[in-house]
């Protein structure tokens, strides 16, 4: 099986892209080791030792990891994939467990902090307020004349794309 594997540069974070698994049916799905789901792939890779998060979509797997050995991690996820595929285990419909602020990190961890990293930016995540996500941009990010621009094609579509409930996102001043 070919799996696609990204690891951004400043994130303790892999993103996994099997193909010809779909990974949920419904929504995105976000565990962490305090609360391990009944699904088998998802506690067997939140199981291995220096994984602390995992964000599963229906296309891909982003594992938050604190460990040394990224590329014995990055083969025991892989494996589990594999294995996973090799059973045709059904996908269990569980809601997502974390907080919705911890979600929206995960999301931002997975897709939106790689993008702005590459040019020496971030974002802090002040709050959730309804439907809004309130943020401000940090380091290059902050006063970049193309901000306006990236929060509204990058990180808001990222927002309301995984989370339904996010209408909008307000940059804010940083607290």
């Known amino acids: 099986m070919r799996i696609k594997v990204e690891k951004p540069q400043k994130a303790n974070i ?3 892209y099997p193909e010809q698994i779909k990974l949920t049916d419904s929504g995105v799905y976000v565990a962490n080791k305090d609360v391990l789901p009944c699904n088998d792939l998802y506690r ?3 199981e291995i ?11 891909f797997i ?3 990891y604190e460990c040394a050995d990224i590329e014995e991690l990055k083969m025991l996820i892989m494996a589990e994939l594999d294995d996973y595929k090799e059973t045709a285990a059904p996908l269990l419909q569980e809601p997502v467990v974390l907080p919705l602020r911890e979600y929206a990190e995960a999301l931002a961890d997975a897709l939106v902090r790689p993008t702005l990293n590459r ?3 971030d974002i802090i ?10 943020l401000s941009f940090t380091g290059h990010c902050a006063g970049c004349p193309y901000a306006q621009n990236t929060l509204q094609n ?3 579509r990222t927002f309301m794309r995984y989370i339904p409930q996010i209408k909008t996102v307000r940059l804010t001043e940083n607290k």
């Open 14 to 16: 892999i993103n996994f």
């Open 44 to 46: 067997n890779i939140l």
């Open 49 to 59: 030792a220096g994984v602390r998060r995992l964000l599963v979509a229906p296309e």
């Open 154 to 156: 990058v990180i808001m």
């Open 62 to 64: 982003s594992v938050k």
């Open 125 to 134: 995540i002040h709050g959730i307020v309804d439907d809004t996500i309130e």
């Open 119 to 121: 040019d020496n930016g």
